[in-house]
């Protein structure tokens, strides 16, 4: 199994609503990753999590909050998000500190926030 | 800084070889990568080089490293239809927790 798999696929909420994007790897791998995708932009990094614990943080703000329950399990909930955080989410996953930094991505969660 | 530069666009005949440039300038990289990118989908890592290497084929993919110019190459031979999609070139940093800086991505359409 080399798949990362992302649900739900598509989400719109409104701005005072609660959501949450998972995300989930049976890969082994001991990194797993948020990034924010807008339309025909490079995805940008959000959160790293390594050995279940968040070790990068891009200055994100406190409306997407990330959880890793375990190592094959990666969360992003939200909480009054904003039209401008409207974009495409991707969870990547690599085996942690290897070398290579190969990243496996899914498929994403298009988010629009109405 | 870690700016990652690439032209936006490419249009290539079938068959035809297809050259995606990307410019970087963190001289500490130690890995740069390829990632392709299909519509509405995620990235898929296609090759990756490491700093010290100046070479690097995998079948129809060559990638060429300039280290001292910070310049990154991706020729693809043979271009096919499949091919189109937008390319991202990354950059990651030894001790940059598997950080990746991706590059500003390049559309490759493949014209019959």
């Known amino acids: 199994d080399t798949e990362v798999t992302q649900t739900p696929k598509h989400l719109v909420m409104g701005m005072t609503n609660k959501k949450s994007l998972k995300c989930e790897q049976h890969?082994?791998?001991?990194?797993m990753y948020w990034y924010k995708q807008k339309a025909k932009k490079p995805p940008e990094l959000m959160f790293v999590?390594?050995?279940?614990?968040?070790?990068i943080n891009e200055s994100v703000p406190s409306r997407f909050s990330p959880e890793c329950p375990n190592s094959s399990l990666l969360n992003l909930h939200l909480h009054a998000l904003q039209p401008e955080d409207s974009a495409l989410y991707l969870c990547?996953?690599?085996?942690?500190?290897?070398?290579?930094?190969?990243?496996?991505f899914g498929e994403g969660s298009r988010l629009t926030v109405l | 800084g870690e700016d990652v530069e690439q032209s936006l666009f490419l249009s290539v005949r079938e068959g035809d070889s297809s050259v995606i440039n990307c410019t970087y300038t963190?001289?500490?990289?130690?890995?740069l990568y390829w990632y392709k990118q299909e519509p509405g989908a995620g990235l898929q890592l296609l090759t990756y080089?490491?700093?010290?290497?100046d070479m690097k084929q995998d079948q129809r993919l060559t990638v060429l490293l300039n280290k001292k110019d910070k310049h990154l190459s991706l020729r693809i031979a043979d271009t096919q239809t499949g091919d189109s999609a937008i390319y991202f070139c990354?950059?990651?940093?030894?001790?940059?927790?598997?950080?990746?800086?991706f590059g500003t991505g390049t559309q490759l359409k493949v014209e019959l």
């Open positions: 990354a950059e990651s940093i030894t001790g940059g927790g598997n950080k990746l800086t």
């Open positions: 990547a996953s690599s085996q942690g500190d290897a070398n290579t930094g190969e990243l496996f």
């Open positions: 890969m082994g791998h001991r990194a």
């Open positions: 963190d001289s500490s990289s130690t890995y």
């Open positions: 999590y390594s050995y279940e614990k968040l070790s």
């Open positions: 080089i490491f700093s010290n290497m």
